[in-house]
Structures are given as C-alpha cells and as structure tokens.
C-alpha cells in the first residue's frame, strides 16, 4: 500500500486492471472446470492452472484493497 492517496487515473487503471484480473479468473474457472471433466486430464496442467487461480485471487484482493481509502489518513 502507498503512502499517499490514490488519484482518479490510478484508481481507473486500478479498476480496468481488477476487470482483467477477474475475467482471467472466470476463464480460469471454466478451464478448470471443462479438465475435471476430461477422463484423462492432465493433473500436472489442472494444479498449474489452480495455481494460478490462487495468484489471481491473491492480486485481486490485494488490487480490492488499494481501492479502499486508508481510514487513518
């Protein structure tokens, strides 16, 4: 987290890269989804893919946070 207030460009830039973030996310999800599915998935491929879901969440929150305005301040 920064040290000072957020300006209206980075917090559109924070919006539009949360966007991209979670339509990565939902692609994800249905990828992950349609390799369960497969009776001979690739496990190797499906816990790449996981992981990444796990990053993806982790970079959204951390974005979702940057968004909210420090009370302190």
Excluded at 22 to 33: F, G, K, S
Excluded at 43 to 59: G, P, T
Aim: glycine share 0%.
């Amino acid at each position: 987290m920064s040290d000072h207030p957020l300006d209206n460009v980075e917090i559109l830039a924070l919006h539009n890269r949360l966007q991209l973030l979670r339509q990565e996310h939902r692609d994800l999800d249905q990828a992950i989804a349609a390799l369960q599915l497969a009776p001979t998935s690739d496990q190797f491929q499906l816990r790449r893919l996981k992981k990444r879901k796990l990053l993806l969440k982790d970079m959204i929150r951390r974005f979702e946070s940057e968004l909210i305005p420090d009370l302190d301040a």
